[in-house]
């Protein structure tokens, strides 16, 4: 049972983009302000919005995604070691070389032992050591090996599963969050896992997918040969039935999404009488949960089944299963060939990517994933004007103001809900930049020569951290993600809408440009997260994060039915040949897009005071708000990497993401005069508007 990150996206929080690094919260560090200068001109164009991305050839009624970004799209490749490329991979490419550059000035002092300058470096300099890492071999992690080879019994397994030390996958794994129903408490959900693919990808029938498993089982020989186990070829055709096996009582993502199904609150003894074939007290006690009185089992019979399925499998396919997802858990930390090996499949066979990214990235990424707030907080001194969260402390009001103006308005929904709504959105808790309060790494210990060991032991501090908040107060002081992070999130077990400071840049936001834009950005990405609030999980919560229907039966089926057309609308949409959008997967997101550009829009209109917006550019205030909004999404996929989207995310692809919803909004059609006949084009009466 190993460590969820706080902020999944699917479960616990809705993010804007598929990302996120999550820690939690020891003693406090106050935040430093920062002093900074807010430039004279915004950084893209005249006004925010780079025109010379416009595509004049394109008509903005048949494809405002192509009009706004067609000519960046047709002179931009995917760099080689990216699967897409657009407006949130450019901004992690800079926010990576202002981490570098923070991790190489810690690597250059003469750090004392235990300083956090000392455990940046030395992680980085371990990590970065080639020579060190080729020279050891596979000997640091021979004691490891032989300990899953010594199991004797599938309670032997599931003890060594549930080691937070090992890196090993399970049939179940869980998270610490607050209890959806008991909001005042802490509790660990358990959750179906153990897979080394998307679901779909086991059991589609396609002939795509049927490339995709022969692929894995290819590296899932690979992993078991550098374990050292002979005949490999039949070993990994075992672990992959066991794994499609699970596969096939694995909930699909759509099921997995619906909170009425996955709140599931049991005993101790109920989840062991409930799944009595799975080896619980050997899992709880490696864990250290053995002593907690409660859980909240997500995907029942999922559960249920995989133990059955665990206990029906013999025990040496189980240890062949752990002794390749150790191996390839730990490639990054190996010799280059197991490395590759593993890029060779989740890189370039269900990514397309052509090569790994650069050594240093993934050691940014590394320090970013394990110890992110300890650069968080110089990030946030040298990268985050104290001006943008003042300007973000108010966009997010006006923001507010206009939801509350338009629950007050909607005409499908009655007094009662209304009240529900505004109280949630009242309460909503917004934290901009940076925690005020830093992440305590007093007691994560780092070896310059163990890169292995250190590892092991971070694993273990994170997981230990995380249980630690089981039976104290609700943290409402804690951030999912780190400050340079490029994304966003809402979380409902505290209703808390979250901007980290790297998403605080151009396009998003931009202290100098005109408040068209950035109501069309980042005043877009807020009514989003605010969105989320209100979709069709989110709604499910009240304003206090707890899990209770305040609706009227009358109100729920009035949003039902528009959620429905929303999902028609996407059900449409065929980014590859035969590949549909899911409307129902991506539901929360599209609600979230359509709720941003809704409360954006009127937040802007808001703010001109009834006053008519300037032209700038020969462009209208409308004009450049919706620009703007289109311009942060431009992007481009690898077709592997886009089948990934379609399959496994909750976001549409980023084309869908612009063009599925300004077709949705009335200004928009007056703003590029938009008319019958043109692609894009609904009847006034076709067109969704929830919030």
């Known amino acids: 049972m190993k460590l969820k990150h706080l902020i999944v996206p699917s479960l616990l929080a809705i993010s804007l983009a598929a990302c996120g690094n999550s820690e939690t919260k020891e003693t406090s560090n106050k935040a430093e302000k920062t002093e900074q200068v807010v430039p004279a001109a915004p950084e893209l164009g005249t006004f925010g919005v780079a025109l010379t991305d416009i595509d004049e050839a394109v008509k903005p009624g048949d494809n405002f995604f192509e009009y706004v970004n067609g000519t960046w799209l047709k002179n931009t490749e995917i760099p080689a070691d ?48 080639l020579e060190a890492i080729e020279a050891k071999g596979l000997d640091p992690i021979q004691d490891d090996l032989a300990r899953i080879r010594a199991v004797k019994t599938h309670n032997d397994v599931a003890a060594l599963m549930g080691d937070p030390t090992m890196p090993l996958s399970a049939p179940v794994a869980g998270w610490v969050d607050v209890d959806a129903k008991d909001i005042e408490n802490y509790i660990f959900y358990l959750t179906q896992s153990g897979l ?85 007290k050997a899992m709880l006690e490696a864990t250290s949960l053995d002593d907690q009185k409660q859980f909240v089992v997500r995907e029942t019979d999922a559960i249920q089944n995989s133990a059955k399925l665990f206990a029906d499998t013999p025990v040496e396919v189980l240890k062949d299963y752990m002794l390749a997802n150790y191996i390839g858990n730990m490639s990054a930390y190996l010799p280059k060939r197991i490395d590759d090996a593993r890029f060779e499949f989740y890189g370039k066979t269900l990514r397309g990517t052509e090569t790994q990214r650069d050594r240093w990235k993934r050691g940014v990424s590394q320090i970013d994933g394990y110890m992110g707030e300890m650069v968080g907080k110089v990030y946030v ?75 092991k032991s971070a694993n273990a501090w994170q997981f230990n951290d995380m249980i630690s908040k089981l039976g104290g107060p609700i943290d409402r002081a804690e951030w999912g993600m780190n400050p340079q992070t490029v994304n966003a999130y809402y979380r409902p077990s505290l209703n808390e809408i979250v901007f980290p400071a790297a998403i605080l840049q151009a396009p998003f936001f931009d202290p100098a440009a005109d408040p068209a834009v950035n109501y069309g950005g980042i005043g877009a990405v807020i009514g989003h997260e605010m969105g989320h609030g209100f979709d069709d999980q989110g709604r499910q919560t009240d304003g206090n994060g707890e899990q209770r229907d305040w609706w009227s039966e009358s109100d729920a089926s009035g949003f039902k039915a528009r ?12 980014p590859l040949p035969g590949e549909f959008v899911n ?68 976001h549409s692809p980023v084309q869908y993401r612009t063009n599925g919803i300004v077709r949705n909004f009335d200004a928009w059609y007056e703003a590029f005069d938009v008319q019958p006949g043109d692609a894009l084009y609904l009847p006034p009466e076709e067109r969704v508007k929830i919030w």
């Open 82 to 129: 990216k699967s897409r490329y657009g407006a949130f991979d450019s901004l992690r490419d800079r926010s990576d070389d202002n981490v570098k550059a923070i991790i190489e000035a810690a690597s250059a002092k003469e750090a004392a032992d235990g300083s956090e300058e000392q455990k940046i470096g030395d992680f980085y300099a371990a990590f970065m050591d």
């Open 196 to 280: 080394g693919m998307t679901r779909d990808y086991y059991v589609e029938d396609t002939e795509k997918f049927a490339e995709y498993r022969a692929a894995y089982v290819d590296m899932l020989e690979t992993m078991l040969s550098e374990a050292g186990q002979d005949d490999a070829r039949a070993r990994a055709e075992a672990v992959m039935a066991y794994e499609t096996a699970m596969a096939e009582v694995h909930w699909a993502p759509v099921k997995r999404r619906k909170k009425e199904l996955t709140y599931n609150k049991m005993t101790t003894d109920e989840v062991m009488d409930f799944a009595p074939e799975f080896p619980w």
């Open 381 to 455: 001194e040298k990268h985050f004007p104290p001006d943008s969260k003042k300007q973000m402390d108010e966009l997010v009001e006006n923001l507010r103001a206009a939801f509350k103006d338009g629950i007050d308005n909607l005409e499908w929904m009655g007094d009662e809900t209304k009240a529900e709504a505004q109280d949630k959105l009242r309460k909503f808790n917004p934290k901009i930049g940076y925690p005020e309060e830093w992440t305590d790494y007093s007691t994560l210990s780092v070896d310059r020569d163990d890169l292995i060991g250190t590892i």
């Open 563 to 574: 959620a429905d057309r929303l999902i028609a609308q996407y059900d449409e949409f065929e």
């Open 583 to 650: 409307g129902e997967l991506s539901l929360g997101e599209n609600i979230g897009d359509l709720t941003g550009i809704t409360m954006g829009y009127a937040a802007y209109k808001r703010s001109l005071n009834g006053k008519e917006a300037p032209i700038i550019d020969g462009r209208t205030g409308d004009q450049r708000f919706f620009l703007a909004y289109a311009q942060i999404w431009k992007g481009k996929y690898r077709e592997d990497s886009m089948r990934a989207q379609l399959n496994n995310g909750p």
